[in-house]
């Protein structure tokens, strides 16, 4: 029996990116951390910051108005601007 796999993206092909380099360490990094607004998605930040400081990195928390839609394109420039790192948080 066939299966079709539909893609939620909308996306006609596939695009494909390469990864960055990860860094070597977080000390003395600008670290964005992406709240999609899902419930608790905060408290799942709040404990990634916590352990980023500890490590010597600095943090920015960034936050979407809804997870249903992308990220609005001048908080993406924002984020892209100001950090080295992003961690977006996805929790229910």
């Known amino acids: ?3 079709t796999i539909l893609d939620p993206t909308g996306e006609q092909t596939v695009a ?5 380099a990860r860094p070597a ?14 419930p608790r998605g905060d408290v799942f930040l709040d404990r990634i910051e916590q352990r980023l400081t500890e490590v010597g990195a600095k943090v920015k928390r960034y936050r979407k108005p809804t997870f249903a839609k992308p990220a609005p394109v001048d908080l993406r420039h924002q984020i892209a601007t100001e950090c080295q790192v992003v961690i977006e948080a996805l929790a229910d």
């Open 1 to 3: 029996m066939a299966q």
């Open 25 to 38: 360490s977080l000390s003395g990094l600008t670290v964005g951390l992406l709240d999609i607004s899902k």
């Open 16 to 20: 494909e990116r390469a990864r960055l």
